[in-house]
Every structure is written in C-alpha cells, then in structure tokens.
C-alpha cells in the first residue's frame, strides 16, 4: 500500500511540475498575443498620415501582425506534448531557439560512478516559445533542437537521459508517461534523483539492478528495441512478441521516428489501428502529436469507416462467419440483389413520337443482368443502365430503319433521347428501378433471411444464413460489420457529383482586402478533423494486434495503404481468430509484393516470473513447441487458485476475490470473464470503484493491470476453436498478482487448480 502511495505520489507531483510549466508558457502565449494586438492598432493608426508610403507601411504591418495574431491563437490548445532531460553536451554553443546544440555529452557528463546530473530541460510543442530573457519555454517540434525526442534511443541516446510524453488537453495537463534512454544512470535534477514515471520506472530498476544478469538483459531489450525503431522505411516491418515484450509501444516510437526523418514523405498521414477503443487511449498516450498537419488518425477496428461506429458484439459463432473471406462473393452478390427490391417498377411505359412504349418485367430482367455482367461498382452502372433502358425503347418506336441517311438518323435519335430521358415517368421510373444503393441499405437488406439465402447460395449454409441474418437484424453495428460496410462501399461506389457553379460575387472585383483584412485561420484541431476526414489514404500504416484481424478486415485496412510502408505487430499466439491461414492470406493480399523485414521481441519485462510460467502452460496446448519470452523479474508472489463448487456463488465469489485484490495492490484490477458474461460481471463488481473492470476476454487484449482475476477458465478456452490462445492472454495481463477462480467445468483438483492449468 505504501508503495503505491508513494508511486501516486511521484506521478502527481510530476503531472504538478508540467501543470506549473504549461502556465507559465500559456502566460506568455497570452504576452505575446497582446503585442500582436498593440502592432495592428499602432498600424492602423499609420494610415491618418495619408501619404502612400505610410498606408503601404500600415498594409504590410497589419498583415504581418495578423498572421501573427492568428497563428499563436491557433496554436494555443493542445499545446505541449514533449519533454527531454539531457546531460551536459561537449561544447556550449547555442542555436537561435536558445538550446544548446551539441548532439553527444561532454566526457565528463557522466562520473565513474554511473551518476549524472541533467544539465538541460527542453519541453517540446507546437511553435517555439521564449521568456522574456530569450530563454526556450517550448521548442518548436520542428527545430533541430528537438530532434533527439524522435531520434533518441537506448541504444544511441546521445544527450538524452529521459523522454516524457505529456498528455494535456487545452490547459490542463492530463498525464506523463516516460522513457529511459539510459536506464543504467542514477541522474539528477536540482539535487534530487530523476523521478521516472510509467514503464520508464520499470526499466531503471532493472538497469539499476545489482545483478551483472539483470543489466545483460536490459542490454538485450533495448537492442531488440532500436533494430526496429531504425528499420528501414521502404518496406513492410513486422514485428513479432509475446506478452510484455513492449511491441506495441516500439512500433509507435518506431512511427514519430519515421515521420521526424522524412517529414516530407510522410505527410500524406501516419493511420495506427488498433483492435479496441481501449487500446486506442493507451496509443494515444505512447504516441505525442507531430505539429499542425495533422499526420496521425489513430483509430479502432470499429471505428475506422466514417460513420460508423461499432457497438456491438457477434457471438464467436457469428464472428467466423463475418470474418471469414468467403463474405467477399456474398456481399458482391447482395450489392447486386439489393437493386431487385419487393417494390420495384416492372413496367416502364414512356409516350415518345406520339406512341406508348412499354418495356416489361421480362426485358427489364435481361436488361439489368447485361448492365450488371461487367465487375465496375454498381451506382457506376447507373449510365449504362440509362442508355440500354433508351436503346430498348427506341427499338420499340420503330424509328430505327426511317432514315438511311447517317445524320439524320443521328438526329433523330438525339432527339429521342432527350423527349423520353426528360419525362418525369421516365426518371422516376429509373430513380426506383436503379436507386441510389448506400452500404448501409444493403447490410440491412442482408438481414432478410431469404433475400440473404439466395445471395449467399452454395457459399454459407442455412444455419450460417439463419445466424448472420438474425445478427444484422439487433440495434447496433459489431466490429465486423464495420468492415462489411467498408467492402460494399467498394463495390456500390459512390457516383459522382455534378460540380456546383460557383455564383458570381460582385467583391471578387476588388483587390487588396486579403493584405488589409487577414481572415481567421482554421486551428489545428480543426485542420486535424478536416484532413482526417478527406483521407482515405495513408503513407504509413501501424497495425496493432495484427493476428487478430480477421480476412475482412485486411481488405478494410489495406485500402487504406495501398501506397504506404507499414509497420505491422502481432504475436501468433495470442490470436484469437480461428484460421490463421486464412487471415495470413488476406494479410500478404493487402501489403501486396512489399519486402518484409521481420522482428522479434524475446523479452518480457511486464508479468513476473510466477505468472509467465503458469501462462506458458496454456501456450505448450494453445501452439506446441512455440516458446514464450523470458520474464525479467521474479516477486515471490505465486498465482493464486480459488475454486467454486457445483451449486456455488460464483457471483459472490468473484466479488470477494476482487476486494482481495484491491486489498492487496491498490492499483488497477482486470476481471477477465467469457464474453458472454461481461453484463453478468459488471454487476458483480458494482459499487468497487473505478479501480476495478469487468473485462470479456476479447476486450483484455493489449491491456494491463496491477492485478488480473481471471474467472472460469475453461469458459474462456471453449468460447471458439481459438479460446486457448484468447485464455493465454487473459492470463499475461497482470504486473503484480493474478487470481484463477474456477467453477464446475474446470474440473479443479484439491488446491483449485483447474484441469487447463495443471502440469
């Protein structure tokens, strides 16, 4: 308990520290803001002299003053995400933004001690700031000074002792989260040691450690580390790692790395998925904001179609049918079948030529099916099906043999055209017989059992069809309807849209109003949302828990990379789709011909010991012969087994295990349930706090706690053909302690350990 108070402690008082220096800069913000406002009032009084010279002056004074004014008022949310602490550099020169410039410490930085004191603090944001004495308050994340946040590595830290990422929103500092570049080193700052917070604070105990082992192995982590974070770009790095191994967080520095070195290349945006919306919050924090172009969009599975927003969960039944490839050849048929709706016309009768002329259900049928024999999107056949509907027409009128003369006869059917494609039964007919298809109108008509019976026709079968139908028919979009949305989007297209005619505005004859009048610039968040929202692709893709995608959601994420580098993280193991084969196939069909590059991180320094090894009992029936990484670190603590009856409270067992923890660590605890408990669980832990979550075991990937109760383990491994592989990550998501609470069907023996766990 103490110990936890005094890690609160430490990332309060630090959070405190930023808070006070984020004033001070926003203080100055504002300074500087005023004197902006001072420069275009002392302009405009210029402009009383009367002499040309003064109001050209006055012009160019006001302009500069305006841009000014409305970049710092831009720039004034979100402001400061960055900070490093570094040794004393081996000359004292500094550059224009006040920093010194040296690259390497001096050779004395460090004593023979392994001790240092920091010699320089740079906090790095969106423009650079100086104090009144020309002091840097922020640098310019641009600047060369600010070059070692993205740069620094372990391995090559240069100056660097500590990275911090500062999460803030508006004025308010929200959180810190560290990185050590050099965890061996005892630093100073004012006299006090450096305070480390995050995984940074893991990693200095470690480097600190006594044992010549323990330091080998930090060696090991942080080389592993900066192979990848140095990768070559022009490829596809793929970089594999068990539980702990801190893939995740590589691949995204790997990311501001990447875009710091070639900013020019990486301009047209950096998309990072990741599986939850949880694990979006945490990739958030790992990854700080690179400036004002808004380059990053950091998305879930679910949410990457614009709007859409996923919901809901399939039961894993249901999943396997969504995911599974062979729903590419049923959704081409239902964008199709979509178009025959139950009340489409089945007569189209026009008056052209002083005649009635009928086309009837039979040509209309043979009309739409040659319109619809080529692979082109189906509100792009639009045209076409116009065109053979007035071809058909036209045969009907018998105007076709009238004139031998070409031109004529090119006249004649001019004409035609335009009477008949002009007459409201006409385009109103054509606006119901060919509407307008919207991804969203055919998942909906897909949950029409027999409509989708007749799509999904030798591919799925009838309980298949019953599942899926009844799936789509519940409020709410699941994971994998979002990437079905998607792939119709692909194969309705969307039609194009006439240009509007911009309409004449007398003020476009005058001149000089922009240099006079500087209009208000979009901010920052506003650019952000704006490209955001027109990008539908990207030059670098991150693709978090890559093993679980499943073939549908490659397609979906790989058109969004079709020109990208990417860098994919995954770990077979932990996958919790049930064809491995499929989805690697889907996988090599999105990142197409590209070279690989492939990493693996051996070493986890997350789970202790006593709970990697019990994990690996799972992992040896999950996928025999893979191996686990190495934990770094032993506690004592052994797993505990705690099991209930047949007949038992399981309900007020849970509750009760999950006090103990709480009791015990004081920190976050993860109650790991199947998927189809979740509600049951959240009631169970009702009135514990907020330190507590119920977690389906889908849900737990990528996270960590303090603490991990994982309940009924046997009802995790049977919820699909990939439950051993989904236990096994319930299993490796705590750093401290981890409960196994077992019922009936885990077949306990006498100490509670279930039949899965047992040697």
Known sequence: MAAQEAVDTVRDREIGVEQEHLDQVYRRLEEKIHEAEFLMNDAAQKGHVGTPGALAERDAQVFRAGVHLNRLNNEFEDFLFGRIDLLEGKDGIKGPDGAYTSVEPADDAVRADNTADIRETLHIGRIGVLDADYSPLVIDWRAPAAAPFYRSTPVEPG????????????????????????PELRASLGGAELPVIGDGALMAALGQARSHTMRDIVSSIQAEQDLVIRAPAASVTYVEGGPGTGKTAVALHRAAY?????????????????????????????????????????RALGNLVDGAEADAYDEPAVSRIKGSSRMLAVLRK????????????????????????????????????????????????????????????????????????????????????????????????????????????VLDAMADEKRLGRWARRILNPGEVRRVARSLRRPGLSVHDVALLDELHTLLGAPARPKRKREYDPLDQLTGLEELM??????????????????????????DEAQDLTPMQWRMVGRRGRHATWTVVGDPAQSSWSDPDEAAAARDEALGSRPRRRFELTVNYRNPAEIAELAAKVLALAMPGKESPRAVRSTGVEPRFVAVGAGGDLAGAVRSEAERLLAEVEGTVGVVVAMDRRAQAARWLDGLGDRVVALGSLEAKGLEYDATLVVSPAEIADESPAGLRVLYVALTRSTQALTVLSGERDLPDEAGVPDLLRD
């Open 258 to 298: 990447l875009l710091y070195q070639d900013r020019r290349r990486y301009a047209g945006g950096i998309l990072i998925v990741s599986p939850t919306p949880l694990l979006v919050s945490y990739t958030e924090g790992v990854l700080p904001s690179l400036g004002e172009e808004g380059q990053v969009a950091i």
């Open 159 to 182: 100056r660097v002792v500590r990275r911090r990422v500062i999460r803030s929103k508006g004025r308010r500092v929200l959180g810190v989260e560290d990185d050590l570049m050099r």
């Open 334 to 441: 239902a964008a199709r079948g979509a178009l025959d709706r139950p009340d489409s016309p089945k007569l189209l009768r026009v008056v052209a030529f002083g005649r009635r002329l009928e086309l009837e259900e039979a040509e209309l049928r043979r009309i739409r099916q040659n319109v619809l024999s080529g692979t082109a999107p189906v509100n792009l056949l639009r045209p076409r099906a116009r065109r053979l509907l007035l071809d058909a027409l036209y045969a009907r009128s018998g105007a076709a043999g009238r004139h031998s003369d070409p031109e004529l006869a090119a006249e004649l059917r001019s004409s035609f055209d335009e009477d008949v494609s002009t007459e409201d039964a006409f385009l109103g007919f054509l606006d119901a017989w060919w509407p307008e298809l919207a991804p969203r109108q």
């Open 518 to 543: 500087p209009v208000r610039e979009e901010t920052q968040r506003e650019r952000a949302e704006r490209l955001a929202a027109e990008r539908t692709e990207y030059a670098h893709v991150i693709v």
